[in-house]
Nanobody, 130 residues
Framework: QVQLVESGGGLVQPGGSLRLACAAS????????IGWFRQAPGKEREGVSC????????NYADSVKGRFTISRDNAKNTVYLQMNSLKPEDTAVYYC???????????????????????WGQGTQVTVSS
């Protein structure tokens, strides 16, 4: 059974940092792309970042580029999202999601579009406020 569990959310001041983790079970991370998405109340879900766990290739939304870093530890079956220079507009529930890779796409750039992801975690709250 595929399962994704997010952790690491909390309350931080503007300009602060937070590291989120997405722990995967029921599948091998090496064969998946992992995306991070976020959703604020009353707003649509927004793509944040993704990583192709087979190749290590990453992608970022313009709104977080230069501030957020996605990484993976395949041995621990976990993907991380390091968030620096946080802004109030980063406040949201953050979700991780998994997209099975094919042999052809294992070296490709991942896509931060929710429709490509099949499995989703329950989310972790991030609040940026003074």
């Amino acid at each position: 059974q595929v399962q994704l569990v997010e952790s690491g959310g909390g309350l931080v001041q503007p300009g602060g940092s937070l590291r989120l983790a997405c722990a995967a079970s029921g599948f091998t991370l090496d064969y998946y792309a992992i995306g991070w998405f976020r959703q604020a109340p009353g707003k649509e879900r927004e793509g944040v970042s993704c990583i192709n766990s087979a190749s290590g290739r990453t992608n970022y939304a313009d709104s977080v580029k230069g501030r957020f870093t996605i990484s993976r530890d395949n041995a621990k079956n976990t993907v991380y999202l390091q968030m620096n220079s946080l802004k109030p507009e980063d406040t949201a529930v953050y979700y991780c999601a998994a997209d099975p890779l094919t042999m052809m796409t294992r070296q490709a750039m991942c896509i931060i579009k929710e429709y490509v992801y099949d499995y989703w975690g329950q989310g972790t709250q991030v609040t940026v406020s003074s």
